[in-house]
């Protein structure tokens, strides 16, 4: 079972004078450490239930930009870009460029996009939930055929691109790992089965979470895909809360089928926790399969 690390909170000590330095500190503690992977949100505005708008939130690929340059090997994403916040073309490019200059570390996380203050408030377009599915799909579309050696058009009912030029291309072999977010069952977790490499799901009860994977399962047989080929991980809670406890649910995660659970580091004190998740957590969680 492989750690991941979500920043979903910038409110750190010392705020804003400190947030490029804590930053960089959780990123190359994590990086050196041997956590996989470290993902930001990618908000215009904080969530609600992390304390609205009032609270600081940056532009994600440009913090990720930002933490290339302080790391070596962790893989670096957004967790999750909703469709409507970039159009895919720019998108796939902001994504390629972030791959190139990290050393091919990149991650595109893609979702159906929900937070509808935020784009009342910045003036975004945001419209219906099944025009945001039928979007993001073309958009999973558009990124893979720019991903890939394809430089022709792309029509599709809401993207058009004349030519999906994308140079220099992404340096990992078949693009960025695709994650889609979210657990809807007739319609992400489809997009799932078609176009994305790993699901990413909430820290449902187990059977909630089995039942998932089977829904999963039945989609990729619908198009042939062998279901195996789906990396399975999920949104876990604060390990360091009850580290006994949380390495025992790891251990029912991991006979599900799951490989990677994304935790976050505490906002008051992120380096040290950070620093706690990869002595303290990590060297038990790798031992479970």
Not at 143 to 170: K, S
Not at 185 to 202: G, P
Not at 238 to 250: C, E, I, R, S, T
Request: overall charge negative.
């Amino acid at each position: 079972m492989e750690l991941a690390l979500h920043v979903a909170q910038l409110g750190f000590p010392g705020a804003p004078a400190s947030t490029a330095r804590t930053l960089a500190e959780v990123a190359r503690t994590a990086d050196e450490g041997g956590i996989e992977t470290l993902t930001l949100m990618d908000h215009y505005f904080q969530m609600e239930q992390l304390g609205g708008p009032a609270e600081p939130m940056l532009e994600g690929y440009t913090a990720l930009g930002y933490l290339a340059g302080q790391t070596e090997r962790i893989e670096l994403g957004l967790l999750v870009t909703g469709v409507t916040y970039r159009h895919p073309g720019l998108l796939a490019k902001v994504v390629a460029t972030l791959d190139v200059l990290s050393g091919g570390r990149s991650m595109l996380g893609l979702g159906a996009a929900w937070y509808d203050r935020e784009h009342t408030g910045l003036g975004v377009p945001f419209p219906p939930m099944a025009e945001r599915f039928e979007r993001l799909e073309e958009a999973l579309e558009v990124c893979a055929q720019m991903f890939g050696p394809e430089e022709g058009p792309y029509e599709g009912r809401h993207y058009r691109l004349a030519e999906t030029v994308c140079r220099p291309a992404p340096l990992r072999e078949g693009g960025p790992r695709v994650v889609i977010g979210g657990q809807g069952e007739r319609k992400t977790l489809r997009l799932v089965a078609q176009h994305a490499d790993s699901c990413n799901l909430f820290a449902l009860p187990d059977e909630q979470l089995r039942h998932k994977l089977e829904v999963i399962d039945r989609h990729c047989a619908d198009v042939g895909r062998d279901p195996a080929t789906v990396r399975r991980t999920l949104i876990g809670p604060d390990p360091l809360a009850d580290v006994d406890g949380f390495l025992a649910q790891a251990e029912r995660w991991a006979a599900l089928g799951f490989s990677q659970v994304w935790v976050g580091p505490q906002q008051d004190d992120p380096v040290g926790s950070t620093e706690r998740l990869v002595s303290e957590v990590l060297p038990r969680l790798r031992e479970l399969s």
